[in-house]
């Protein structure tokens, strides 16, 4: 009796191994796709691809104020993220070689912190020694103004002051570089 309530209890086991193994068989992990945190209320419709990115003011960590406007005649990458956002934050060390390379000499980095504030935002940029501008963005304005959907996302701007490229969730070292380097 004890024997054949054992045999059961294995043939209930391996057949709970078996369908859970063909379950993922048939539906397996997805490899080399982006990650994303979706915001609950997206912010409306993306700016379009072609057209002026949308204009803003901004202040930096530092306290220095400036206009997108002001950056025209260099291209410039608008990420917008989050401290709290760990796929944000893989994101990271590529942002951060780039702007120490020669290519991020030539290109404005813009890190936008999506409703943080600035001791929060300043205190992560220093703890993890950012040198590209970090933009606190406490009243979501400048999320807004681009239509935020879901962070990380990141906005390419040709010299010209035009959007020429959206990549929303993470993207990998070399698609950063592709994306600045069509810029010059």
Known sequence: MRRTAVLQGAGVLALLVAIVGLFLWLNPPATGTTSSVTLDEPAGTLPEIGAPAPGFTATTIEGEEFRLSDLQGRPVWVVVNATWCTSCRSEIP??????????????????????EDTPTVTEFAERLGLTYTNVPDPGKGISQAYAV?????HYFIDPHGVLQAIEIGTIGHSQMVSHLESLR
């Open 149 to 153: 959907p879901a962070i990380p996302v």
């Open 94 to 115: 590529d942002i951060q070689q780039i702007a120490q390379s020669e290519l991020g000499d030539e290109v404005e980095i813009l890190s936008v912190y999506l409703g």
